[in-house]
């Protein structure tokens, strides 16, 4: 094996919809494994939120963009033996195309590792790969690809409508769709060539299933298969905008081993050395198949297959890029096999995407072959209907499972639309059909989704429809109803009850869950592994509790718009200054996407849903010392009151004080108590009064519902018209907080305060400054650091404010004030007691890690030293990368 001295690695850049923090993941995996063969490492990524451009893991970070001419510049700097390609998503694939045809990696004599690049191209160019299948006699839709429109349209009169073109060398689906006429076939092809080369026209296989083989393959041609996953949603929607299932539940043993063995020969042909993901059509009536794609890269799908077997994929694809072989390589997961062991589950995972289509007024929100979702979760359970559930409310959009609330749907008609078009909105539709009568062989024709999992969902119903206020729930009833993947909560709705008298009830009854091991060995051999998930249908546990030094660090789950990267960030940074105390890490996510979900980031990994009654489950059977809700967004934030109230030790600031910066009525008081200045506010119950203060005030006015994240349902209204109307919609989304009305201040600056703090004292802070006027909220603005036009005594008085306002809340732990300057007066607007998304930023600008003082702050046994941060040499700015930016 060729010794390899420095490697460059290519990072995804900014997170965008088709490629989000997977890509972290998978380059934080990759830095880990050539840090252990003393690989010198240097990576090129701007984004600052992810974990893979801390400290701790590349020797140098670049924060360039991902594109030709800044790669030669450190390649010319760095003089780089080899460079990986296929950690970084299609921004690095396709840098890393250019790089080699335009002679830079030839000219500075640097290797591409790994997989080939013939096969790279090959397999991004869509024609000449379909020519490649047919070579080896495996069959793909009848396609031709386009340069020209011109060349589209004929191509569809030709092949016959609909046909569906998919764009090439495109990431998640871009530019891609289901033609039915000559005019959305135009439609698409202009879209697709504004940014794509060629464009392919192909057959579309109506209500084809699409079913997905995660396959890897060393240099000596030892191949396995890690994992296969089934689309619920028939072919024409996209796998990332799909619910997915692994393994497949709806194939037969011949047509699962067809395709084991078409999807070997594929990257056996293509000569692939890591890992490729493989996906195919199927015929649903026939063991007829056709490959649609091949990603010769870490995909979306990869960290999925990862997660799903607990096979580190990115970590091992690594090695053999360096030239190991399968059999030399120790899976650390288990601690026990080689990486040439296929995984075995005993389990079932149900993945389910997170789309935040609500927040872009007008977007069509019919989802399809282009992704639109924002995140995605995964639920783990030992029955399609527990992990359906789970993952249902580990979206944490208010849904209990399966079954709508009673109102979802305003009609039988809109129910009946929402069943024949596919949107986020689908699999409430499937329930409430089911619930009305109509059958699954009728919605199987009208969506296509197999009547297998749609007879799953209605076995969900017919046991809850068995739940009344009239039912006495005996110990049979309830263990058949949680291995169902019914919540406490739910079984409460149905029986007239409430949440907490149901837990009462299941732990008097006996009814508690088992805490089982995801080894990747189907349990059939002894396993190290420290990865876990929550069941009902066991009655042992894999693991003893953890010792008395653990400590449960909440995760953020969903990746969404508002609450991303930046979240795993601080968890991870968190759980690596623990070790500092000797604590035992346990962290709970539903986040397939994350490095906090790796599974060597932390002692323990629950992989499991952020709700009160699943982390009071942990909580009960860990008895750790304590929780961390702090470092997670807003979810973990919002646990907090019912936490503290179930027991828990919450380490930091007390639930109370949390509770009174998150209630914007009871903190508009403290600031009032504190001589603090905010804009002029008031909470309002009638329309008649809110009304009558915005004419006092004088328009526009901003509404502020309480416990919201990235200002969800916040609004300024210019006129009393808007005012009667967004109310009317805010106080409908949070019906237990009061809606706060303020005096809104046009033209006014934004800053901040972000600090850490502990016992009421600040220890550290940093003060920055938005580019835009007050009204772009913090997460969509540009950030600079340090502030470039705040002057010294103004600088002091922000920071007097901050330490009135932590010395009030008695923080211990991360805090962000959010500030207006309108005419040199001071106004506080909001306070987070919470890390917030520029975190990461500061920590990365000043060279300290907040999280650090933050633990430090926590276990330390004496009071810490304040710490003077330092200004740094240069400007440095945050700027967003949002869809609304686009």
């Not at 009728?442 to 296509?448: A, D, F, P, V």
């Not at 693991?543 to 030094?549: D, G, T």
Request: hydrophobic fraction near 40%.
């Amino acid at each position: 094996m060729e010794q390899i001295r420095k490697v460059l690695l290519l990072g995804s850049g900014a997170l965008k919809i088709g490629q989000a923090g997977e890509f972290d993941y998978s380059g934080s995996q990759a830095l880990k494994a050539l840090k252990e063969e003393g690989v010198q490492t240097v990576l090129i990524n701007p984004n600052i939120a992810t974990i893979q451009t801390s400290k701790l893991l590349a020797d140098r970070v670049y924060f360039l963009p991902v594109t030709p001419y800044f790669v030669e510049k450190v390649i010319q700097r760095e003089q780089p033996d080899g460079i990986l390609l296929s950690f970084g998503g299609q921004t690095a694939l396709n840098c890393g195309i250019q790089l080699y045809e335009q002679g830079i990696l030839a000219r500075h004599n640097v290797r591409i590792l790994g997989t080939p690049i013939s096969a790279i191209i090959l397999t991004e160019d869509r024609q000449k790969f379909a020519e490649h299948l047919h070579s080896i006699q495996i069959p793909t839709p009848q396609s031709q690809s386009a340069t020209t429109l011109a060349e589209a349209l004929e191509l569809g009169e030709e092949i016959g409508f609909p046909v569906m073109v998919r764009a090439g060398f495109a990431l998640g689906g871009q530019g891609s769709g289901i033609a039915h006429t000559r005019t959305e076939l135009e439609h698409i092809v202009e879209h697709a060539l504004s940014f794509a080369p060629q464009v392919l026209v192909e057959q579309y296989l109506h209500h084809y299933k699409e079913i997905e083989y995660e396959v890897v393959r060393d240099q000596h041609d030892n191949c396995i298969t890690i994992c296969n996953m089934e689309n619920m949603d028939p072919l024409g929607i996209h796998t990332g905008e799909s619910i997915v299932v692994a393994p497949s539940q709806t194939l037969s043993n011949e047509e699962y081993h067809l395709l084991r063995s078409a999807s070997i020969q594929i990257v056996r042909s293509l000569g692939i050395v890591g890992e490729c993901n493989v996906q195919f059509a199927l015929d649903p009536y026939s063991t007829q198949y056709y490959v649609i794609e091949v990603n010769a890269r870490l995909s979306r799908s990869s960290a999925l297959a990862s997660k799903v077997t607990g096979y580190p994929l990115a970590y091992i694809a690594s090695k053999l890029a360096l030239g190991y072989g399968l059999t030399q390589i120790a899976n650390k997961v288990t601690g026990v096999t080689k990486a040439c062991f296929e995984p075995s589950l005993d389990y079932l995972v149900v993945k389910i995407p997170r789309w935040d289509i609500a927040k872009f007024k007008g977007v069509e929100e019919t989802i399809g072959t282009g992704m639109k979702s924002v995140g995605e979760v995964m639920g783990i359970g030992r029955t399609f209907e527990e992990a359906y559930q789970k993952a249902l409310r580990m979206l944490e959009q208010n849904f209990e499972g399966a079954v709508p609330p009673a109102d979802f749907f305003s009609s039988q008609t809109e129910m009946r639309h929402y069943l024949s078009i596919p949107t986020p909105k689908r699999p409430f539709a499937i329930a409430q059909a089911l619930q009305e009568g109509i059958t699954p062989e009728e919605i199987h024709t009208l969506t296509g989704i197999n009547p297998w999992f749609l007879s799953r969902i209605q076995n969900i119903i017919e046991h809850e429809q068995a739940v009344t206020p009239a039912s006495e729930l005996g110990t049979a009833e309830v263990w058949k109803l949680k291995q169902l993947g019914i919540s406490d909560k739910r079984i409460a709705e149905l029986h007239g009850s409430d949440e907490l008298s149901i837990r009462a009830l299941r732990q008097q009854l006996g009814v508690l869950p088992s805490v089982l091991q995801i080894d990747t060995l189907g349990a059939e051999f002894p396993s190290e592994t420290n990865y876990l998930y929550l069941t009902y249908n066991a009655q042992h546990h894999d693991v003893n509790r953890c010792p008395a030094n653990g400590v449960v660090v909440l995760g953020s789950g969903p990746y969404r718009i508002g609450s991303s990267v930046e979240f795993d960030w601080t968890s991870v940074s968190t759980v690596e200054a623990l070790k500092k105390y000797g604590k035992q890490a346990i962290i709970i996510n539903s986040n397939p996407e994350t490095v906090s979900t790796d599974y060597d980031v932390s002692d323990r990994l629950y992989f499991e849903e952020l709700t009160f009654e699943r982390i009071a489950d942990i909580y009960d059977f860990e008895q750790p010392e304590g929780m961390i809700v702090s470092v997670g967004g807003q979810t973990p934030n919002n646990r907090a009151r019912a936490l503290a109230a179930h027991g828990c030790r919450l380490l930091g600031t007390l639930a109370k004080n949390i509770d009174r910066a998150e209630n914007r009525s009871i903190f508009s008081q403290l600031l009032d108590t504190l001589g603090v200045q905010q804009p002029e506010w008031n909470t309002f119950t009638t329309l008649s009064e809110l009304t009558a203060f915005a004419e006092r005030v004088s328009y526009p006015v901003l509404i502020r519902p309480s416990y919201v994240l990235s200002g969800s349902a916040m609004k300024v209204c210019d006129t009393p018209e808007e005012l009667e109307l967004y109310t009317c919609q805010a106080a409908a989304l949070s019906p237990d907080h009061p809606v706060t009305v303020s005096k809104f201040f046009e033209y006014a600056r934004e800053l901040e305060f972000d600090a850490v703090a502990q016992q009421g004292q600040v220890k550290a802070f940093v003060i920055s400054e938005h580019i835009e006027n007050a009204g772009v909220h913090s997460g969509d603005a540009t950030i600079v650091l340090p502030p470039q036009t705040l002057s010294a005594d103004l600088q002091q008085e922000i920071q007097a404010i901050g330490r009135k306002i932590v010395q009030a809340l008695d923080v211990t732990g991360p805090v962000n004030i959010q500030f207006l300057l309108k005419d040199g007066q001071l106004y506080v607007i909001e306070t987070n007691l919470r890390a917030s998304r520029t975190f990461p930023f500061i920590s990365k600008v000043t060279g300290i890690n907040f999280m650090d003082i933050f633990v430090d702050a926590i276990f330390s046994q004496e009071e810490i030293l304040a710490l003077e941060v330092p200004e740094p040499a240069f400007v440095a700015l945050k700027a967003p990368n949002s869809p609304s930016r686009a």
